[in-house]
T-cell receptor
Framework: DVKVTQSSRYLVKRTGEKVFLECVQD?????MFWYRQDPGLGLRLIYF???????EKGDIPEGYSVSREKKERFSLILESASTNQTSMYLC???????????FGPGTRLTVT | SQQGEEDPQALSIQEGENATMNCSYK?????LQWYRQNSGRGLVHLIL?????REKHSGRLRVTLDTSKKSSSLLITASRAADTASYFC???????????FGAGTRLTVKP
């Protein structure tokens, strides 16, 4: 059974803190993605990666960075959290030839 | 702005009725996908239709694609209360694996 896990379901951080969101997949997928989901805006792509140590900016990369040191793990980093980064963060993965994405359960991040 | 736009934003029906959701997009695509999201959870892939296909079925789901109108529809037949969820369309506007999602249709099926 395919599985994408995210490190936390709920997270509360203070403004200015550095925040790490971890995502791990066990399907040996090449592609991994980070989205944020906000009411009325749907899912917006932050960053994605096609391979280890590779990263590509999505539509809203400002204020975020990513790290992919191992194939199965894709981390999203908020260098200095701000209140406008309060959101649901979703990680997904897919293999190199198929478009179907598998999603983790999401991390609801609140920045106070 | 979003690549895909679902319509309507919200839909409420009785159990047993059919539910139709629409998706419009802006650029040429290789494929279009539909996903379901139960409240507060991750998305689950439902069905993929390629740009050279016009219709596809999967159980109670029927998806159509009209590339000339840049639109797709998802039909759920004989709906059940368990179909209550948000439904999203996703497309590949850059012809690679990074998909773009719409804002979703919130479907409520009343028992």
């Amino acid at each position: 059974d395919v599985k994408v896990t995210q490190s936390s379901r709920y997270l509360v951080k203070r403004t200015g803190e550095k925040v790490f969101l971890e995502c791990v997949q066990d399907m040996d997928h090449e592609n991994m993605f980070w989205y944020r989901q906000d009411p009325g805006l749907g899912l917006r792509l932050i960053y994605f990666s096609y391979d280890v140590k590779m990263k590509e900016k999505g539509d809203i990369p400002e204020g975020y960075s990513v790290s992919r040191e191992k194939k199965e793990r894709f981390s999203l980093i908020l260098e200095s959290a701000s209140t406008n980064q309060t959101s649901m963060y979703l990680c997904a993965s897919s293999n190199a030839v198929a478009y179907e994405q598998y999603f983790g359960p999401g991390t609801r991040l609140t920045v106070t | 702005s979003q690549q895909g736009e679902e319509d309507p934003q919200a839909l409420s029906i009785q159990e047993g009725e059919n539910a139709t959701m629409n998706c419009s997009y802006k650029t040429s695509i290789n494929n279009l996908q539909w996903y379901r999201q139960n409240s507060g959870r991750g998305l689950v892939h439902l069905i993929l239709i390629r740009s050279n296909e016009r219709e596809k079925h999967s159980g109670r789901l029927r998806v159509t694609l009209d590339t000339s109108k840049k639109s797709s529809s998802l039909l759920i037949t004989a709906s059940r209360a368990a179909d209550t969820a948000s439904y999203f369309c996703a497309t590949d506007p850059y012809n690679n694996n990074d998909m773009r999602f719409g804002a979703g249709t919130r479907l409520t099926v009343k028992p």
